[in-house]
């Protein structure tokens, strides 16, 4: 047996590892206990169990933030100044969907106090390493260490946590040492690659931070430092080198950086290190959180022994202090840096006391831009420094004005709703209005124009002027239209009353596909998500964020609202081989603080085998899953979409219960030939084909949104409920009624649709089957809008054509339609031969949603589409027809899941 040995030191200590070449090592794991001088206070290093949980009694220890994804079993350190967490070193752990193989790895950082975790996750040796194996040390006359099982604890004067990443052919060892020292207000990150071979090997110096969407990034060639800024949600990052440089980067120069890409380092010139056998090198870094790049840069000039000067900003308005003001201080080179004020208006900012470039002048030329929403934005100066003592300055703002809020229901009571504010062109004395940017679409309550408010009461900020505002509540509710004149330093009172004019008794509004920042594939916040939903009066909305089973009921309850929106934990199962590979499915169960929370794994390979996972979990228990924004001709019979026919996925829809096909609209557009098979046709016009070959599975129509400025609402699902209370909704009918597809699907028209036979022996709606013997079907179909859009077209679709006898415009059939609320209300006679199904849509095709549902659907034609009802004229049972409806696809001669709902697994 050939051996070679690796000697590992940590902390000034080593120990020596037998290795075997070319095979992982089995065992690392080591508890050091270093006594050395007496330590007055004592940084901690905790593995997380039940006792950190709420409730428990170390729940105040992990970290809170937006971006917080710590989990049982996860490593805490912690100090009087920060509190950071190293995932558990095991190859499963993922943050989320796309922060994965994070065991071993930074996933949350903040200071003890103001906490605000926004890390996504910080990767030692850049995400190349596996760090699976765990140690700890402590050091202080009163340090203890314990270790085993894969728990840790020590305290001491400093703590050290080792994540070690066994070596493999042409690989080194790493160990990864994380020293926390009470006191210190950032992470000692020491990686020490070892070379146990006999044969020189090459390493290269490198990390990688992901802080995603609203972070900027860049480094700092003088103080040695890259950084991610966060202006926003106000915290930063940044990693300091010691004994080593930063890459590409000019001697004294700032340097943008994509926030994403490896930061690279040299030591002694040499970014990828060349070791001996039986070499090793160490590369050694500082993590640090700050509030804000100000504090940050600060912060690196101070590690760098640069000198600073100390400056004491006060932004102030005639009422006193203005917290959350913006100051951007710049220098003579540019934008430098900066931070926001505290809840009393003070900002304690440190500078560069010498200038990074000359001005000629001889002296430093700093100034400060301070803006705060609603007071506009002053730029002042900063004298030149003349000595060590702090300055102070104050900045003095104007007014804003404020806007009151009452906005309430008919009878006077609080409810939701959603205010956007439009600036006029010009105010009452001719000067132009902009509109306000309350904050990015990724946060909540105030995002870019628009207030949302959870029971109408609310005082908002805002720039003095004109303003056009739009108060709506979805589309049962007629929206109020208004123009207030703001005046600074006066409150400017907003009352309004929301009508619910549309009557949909018997069914519940939904949106079963929605995320936020949990999902991994952005940024948002989960809250403000929950008060999008809130806002667009969506009554049932299970929580489906990307990988993980999580729940927008500690949202609702914080506002009080929980009466208002049912919901349910669920996911969105996201696979590769896009677009087949995504699935939702709810209700499941949620295990929290597990593991995606205690959900399925994806499976990569077999979108077959990952959908009858996610259909059979919780022991088969009953749940809708959905196949979202799916390639139909794909699944059908098109598996590498290269235009013939082969086994597709169609095996995939045995477990299916309803399908994504929006837009609606498109069941209006005419399907047209295709040229590239991997452009498939309309998800829509697919969907009516596949009713045709016999699959019977409901169509659902979704936001998917990922975003809060409008995201949620623009899209949704009626499902016919025995309740129309938010609070009495139970889960288990949603899942009925979705199953057998009783769902009429929208964008904002509220669609029923009734099918009697003539005698009305039999009657059915959307979803459901019925008889007639002599083909004779009687549709009675009523169409309800709010005062913000129209409809102006009803039409019947027979086995997915629309028939010409039974399209009804405004145009020609004026007398039927209306400018009421009911817009259409009609009984139209329906005669069929053979079994068929019938679809009925509406649109208003001279009409538009307007600026309710934002920008980005302004000039979406409003529509609304049933699930069909199926007619059976022999009383033989439904036939489908086969028609392909003149556009031929590839699909399976004889489906093998012609049934639906109760032939599913795990179906009721």
Same mark, same amino acid.
């Given at each position: 047996?050939?051996?070679?040995?690796?000697?590992?030191?940590?902390?000034?200590?080593?120990?020596?590892?037998?290795?075997?070449?070319?095979?992982?090592?089995?065992?690392?794991?080591?508890?050091?206990?270093?006594?050395?001088?007496?330590?007055?206070?004592?940084?901690?290093?905790?593995?997380?169990?039940?006792?950190?949980?709420?409730?428990?009694?170390?729940?105040?220890?992990?970290?809170?933030?937006?971006?917080?994804?710590?989990?049982?079993?996860?490593?805490?350190?912690?100090?009087?100044?920060?509190?950071?967490?190293?995932?558990?070193?095991?190859?499963?752990?993922?943050?989320?969907?796309?922060?994965?193989?994070?065991?071993?790895?930074?996933?949350?950082?903040?200071?003890?106090?103001?906490?605000?975790?926004?890390?996504?996750?910080?990767?030692?040796?850049?995400?190349?390493?596996?760090?699976?194996?765990?140690?700890?040390?402590?050091?202080?006359?009163?340090?203890?260490?314990?270790?085993?099982?894969?728990?840790?604890?020590?305290?001491?004067?400093?703590?050290?946590?080792?994540?070690?990443?066994?070596?493999?052919?042409?690989?080194?060892?790493?160990?990864?040492?994380?020293?926390?020292?009470?006191?210190?207000?950032?992470?000692?990150?020491?990686?020490?690659?070892?070379?146990?071979?006999?044969?020189?090997?090459?390493?290269?110096?490198?990390?990688?931070?992901? &802080?995603?969407?609203?972070?900027?990034?860049?480094?700092?060639?003088?103080?040695?430092?890259?950084?991610?800024?966060?202006?926003?949600?106000?915290?930063?990052?940044?990693?300091?080198?010691?004994?080593?440089?930063?890459?590409?980067?000019?001697?004294?120069?700032?340097?943008?950086?994509?926030?994403?890409?490896?930061?690279?380092?040299?030591?002694?010139?040499?970014?990828?290190?060349?070791?001996?056998?039986?070499?090793?090198?160490?590369?050694?870094?500082?993590?640090?959180?700050?509030?804000?790049?100000?504090?940050?840069?600060?912060?690196?000039?101070?590690?760098?022994?640069? /000198?600073?000067?100390?400056?004491?900003?006060?932004?102030?308005?005639?009422?006193?202090?203005?917290?959350?003001?913006?100051?951007?201080?710049?220098?003579?080179?540019?934008?430098?840096?900066?931070?926001?004020?505290?809840?009393?208006?003070?900002?304690?900012?440190?500078?560069?006391?010498?200038?990074?470039?000359?001005?000629?002048?001889?002296?430093?030329?700093?100034?400060?831009?301070?803006?705060?929403?609603?007071?506009?934005?002053?730029?002042?100066?900063?004298?030149? &420094?003349?000595?060590?003592?702090?300055?102070?300055?104050?900045?003095?703002?104007?007014?804003?004005?404020?806007?009151?809020?009452?906005?309430?229901?008919?009878?006077?009571?609080?409810?939701?709703?959603?205010?956007?504010?439009?600036?006029?062109?010009?105010?009452?004395?001719?000067?132009?209005?902009?509109?306000?940017?309350?904050?990015?679409?990724?946060?909540?309550?105030?995002?870019?124009?628009?207030?949302?408010?959870?029971?109408?009461?609310?005082?908002?900020?805002?720039?003095?002027?004109?303003?056009?505002?739009?108060?709506?509540?979805?589309?049962?509710?007629? &929206?109020?239209?208004?123009? $207030?004149?703001?005046?600074?330093?006066?409150?400017?009172?907003?009352?309004?009353?929301?009508?619910?004019?549309?009557?949909?008794?018997?069914?519940?509004?939904?949106?079963?596909?929605?995320?936020?920042?949990?999902?991994?594939?952005?940024?948002?916040?989960?809250?403000?998500?929950?008060?999008?939903? $809130?806002?667009?009066?969506?009554?049932?909305?299970?929580?489906?964020?990307?990988?993980?089973?999580?729940?927008?009921?500690?949202?609702?309850?914080?506002?009080?609202?929980?009466?208002?929106?049912?919901?349910?934990?669920?996911?969105?199962?996201?696979?590769?081989?896009?677009?087949?590979?995504?699935?939702?499915?709810?209700?499941?169960?949620?295990?929290?603080?597990?593991?995606?929370?205690?959900?399925?794994?994806?499976?990569?390979?077999?979108?077959?085998?990952?959908?009858?996972?996610?259909?059979?979990?919780?022991?088969?228990?009953?749940?809708?899953?959905?196949?979202?924004?799916?390639?139909?001709?794909?699944?059908?019979?098109?598996?590498?979409?290269?235009?013939?026919?082969?086994?597709?996925?169609?095996?995939?829809?045995?477990?299916?219960?309803?399908?994504?096909?929006?837009?609606?609209? &498109?069941?209006?557009?005419?399907?047209?030939?295709?040229?590239?098979?991997?452009? /498939?046709?309309?998800?829509?016009?697919?969907?009516?084909?596949?009713?045709?070959?016999?699959?019977?599975?409901?169509?659902?129509?979704?936001?998917?949104?990922?975003?809060?400025?409008?995201?949620?609402?623009?899209?949704?699902?009626?499902?016919?409920?025995?309740?129309?209370?938010?609070?009495?909704?139970?889960?288990?009918?949603?899942?009925?009624?979705?199953?057998?597809?009783?769902?009429?699907?929208?964008?904002?028209?509220?669609?029923?649709?009734?099918?009697?036979?003539?005698?009305?022996?039999?009657?059915?709606?959307?979803?459901?089957?019925?008889?007639?013997?002599?083909?004779?079907?009687?549709?009675?179909?009523?169409?309800?809008?709010?005062?913000?859009?129209?409809?102006?077209?009803?039409?019947?679709?027979?086995?997915?054509?629309?028939?010409?006898?039974?399209?009804?415009?405004?145009?020609?059939?004026?007398?039927?339609?209306?400018?009421?609320?009911?817009?259409?209300?009609?009984?139209?006679?329906?005669?069929?031969?053979?079994?068929?199904?019938?679809?009925?849509?509406?649109?208003?095709?001279?009409?538009?949603?307007?600026?309710?549902?934002?920008?980005?659907?302004?000039?979406?034609?409003?529509?609304?589409?049933?699930?069909?009802?199926?007619?059976?004229?022999?009383?033989?049972?439904?036939?489908?027809?086969?028609?392909?409806?003149?556009?031929?696809?590839?699909?399976?001669?004889?489906?093998?899941?012609?049934?639906?709902?109760?032939?599913?697994?795990?179906?009721?």
């Amino acid at each position: 047996m050939n051996r070679v040995q690796a000697s590992v030191g940590v902390s000034g200590l080593s120990f020596v590892l037998p290795l075997r070449r070319g095979r992982p090592l089995q065992v690392v794991f080591c508890l050091l206990l270093m006594l050395t001088a007496a330590a007055t206070h004592a940084a901690e290093v905790h593995t997380i169990d039940e006792t950190y949980l709420p409730g428990g009694a170390n729940a105040s220890l992990p970290p809170v933030g937006k971006e917080a994804d710590w989990i049982l079993g996860d490593h805490l350190l912690r100090n009087d100044r920060i509190v950071a967490v190293i995932a558990k070193p095991v190859a499963t752990r993922n943050a989320n969907m796309t922060v994965k193989n994070v065991g071993g790895c930074v996933i949350d950082l903040t200071h003890v106090e103001a906490q605000n975790d926004q890390l996504s996750a910080y990767y030692p040796g850049g995400g190349r390493l596996t760090l699976n194996r765990l140690g700890v040390a402590a050091s202080g006359a009163s340090a203890s260490s314990a270790g085993g099982g894969g728990r840790v604890t020590a305290s001491g004067e400093q703590v050290q946590l080792i994540v070690v990443s066994l070596p493999t052919d042409g690989r080194p060892m790493v160990e990864v040492t994380y020293s926390l020292t009470d006191g210190d207000d950032f992470l000692t990150v020491t990686t020490r690659y070892s070379n146990p071979h006999q044969t020189p090997i090459t390493v290269e110096l490198e990390d990688r931070i992901r &802080a995603d969407r609203s972070f900027t990034a860049a480094a700092d060639a003088k103080a040695t430092i890259a950084w991610w800024d966060d202006e926003w949600f106000g915290q930063a990052y940044g990693l300091v080198p010691i004994g080593a440089t930063l890459v590409g980067l000019e001697a004294d120069g700032i340097k943008k950086r994509n926030g994403r890409d490896p930061l690279r380092y040299a030591i002694d010139g040499m970014t990828s290190v060349e070791l001996a056998p039986g070499a090793s090198v160490e590369l050694v870094r500082r993590l640090v959180p700050a509030p804000s790049l100000l504090a940050l840069r600060a912060r690196a000039a101070e590690m760098a022994e640069q /000198p600073l000067r100390s400056v004491a900003v006060s932004v102030i308005d005639a009422n006193g202090g203005v917290s959350e003001a913006m100051v951007v201080a710049s220098d003579a080179v540019g934008r430098y840096a900066a931070g926001r004020t505290d809840t009393d208006g003070r900002l304690a900012l440190q500078l560069p006391a010498t200038q990074q470039q000359a001005t000629g002048q001889g002296g430093q030329r700093w100034s400060l831009e301070v803006s705060a929403v609603g007071r506009g934005s002053k730029t002042v100066g900063l004298a030149a &420094a003349t000595g060590p003592e702090e300055e102070s300055l104050s900045v003095e703002l104007p007014l804003p004005g404020i806007v009151v809020a009452t906005i309430s229901d008919a009878d006077g009571g609080p409810i939701p709703c959603k205010v956007q504010f439009r600036g006029r062109g010009e105010d009452a004395d001719g000067a132009a209005t902009a509109d306000p940017d309350f904050g990015p679409d990724s946060s909540h309550t105030a995002i870019k124009n628009l207030r949302y408010s959870h029971n109408g009461r609310f005082r908002q900020e805002i720039a003095p002027g004109r303003y056009d505002v739009l108060i709506s509540y979805g589309p049962e509710y007629d &929206a109020v239209t208004t123009t $207030l004149d703001v005046v600074a330093g006066h409150e400017s009172l907003l009352e309004a009353t929301l009508h619910r004019v549309v009557d949909t008794t018997g069914w519940i509004s939904s949106d079963f596909h929605s995320h936020s920042t949990p999902s991994g594939d952005n940024t948002s916040s989960q809250f403000g998500r929950v008060q999008n939903l $809130l806002c667009e009066h969506l009554e049932f909305n299970p929580c489906t964020e990307h990988n993980r089973i999580s729940s927008y009921t500690p949202h609702l309850e914080r506002l009080g609202v929980a009466h208002l929106m049912a919901t349910c934990t669920g996911m969105e199962l996201t696979g590769s081989l896009l677009p087949v590979n995504h699935q939702n499915a709810f209700p499941l169960v949620e295990k929290r603080y597990t593991q995606d929370g205690g959900g399925p794994v994806v499976n990569n390979e077999d979108p077959v085998r990952q959908i009858e996972r996610l259909a059979l979990w919780d022991d088969a228990a009953e749940k809708v899953v959905q196949m979202n924004h799916p390639n139909l001709v794909q699944v059908l019979g098109d598996r590498d979409t290269d235009g013939e026919p082969d086994a597709g996925f169609e095996a995939m829809l045995g477990f299916v219960d309803v399908i994504e096909v929006h837009p609606p609209a &498109a069941i209006f557009q005419p399907q047209q030939k295709l040229e590239d098979p991997r452009k /498939p046709p309309a998800t829509m016009f697919t969907w009516m084909q596949m009713l045709n070959l016999g699959y019977r599975v409901p169509g659902v129509v979704n936001t998917d949104a990922h975003y809060n400025f409008h995201g949620s609402g623009w899209l949704r699902n009626y499902i016919k409920s025995p309740t129309d209370d938010p609070a009495e909704v139970d889960v288990t009918d949603i899942v009925h009624a979705s199953e057998v597809g009783a769902i009429v699907m929208t964008n904002g028209p509220f669609l029923e649709v009734m099918a009697r036979t003539g005698d009305d022996e039999a009657m059915a709606g959307p979803g459901e089957q019925m008889r007639s013997v002599d083909g004779k079907v009687t549709l009675s179909v009523r169409v309800q809008c709010p005062n913000w859009f129209d409809v102006d077209r009803v039409q019947v679709f027979v086995n997915g054509r629309p028939d010409s006898r039974l399209n009804f415009t405004r145009r020609e059939n004026g007398e039927l339609f209306s400018r009421e609320v009911v817009r259409f209300e009609h009984t139209i006679p329906v005669l069929i031969e053979k079994d068929a199904h019938l679809i009925v849509a509406t649109i208003g095709e001279e009409s538009q949603l307007g600026m309710v549902m934002g920008p980005a659907h302004a000039e979406s034609k409003p529509v609304a589409v049933s699930n069909p009802i199926f007619v059976d004229t022999d009383g033989n049972g439904f036939t489908a027809n086969g028609d392909l409806l003149d556009l031929p696809i590839p699909h399976q001669e004889k489906p093998t899941m012609r049934a639906h709902a109760h032939g599913h697994p795990h179906a009721h």
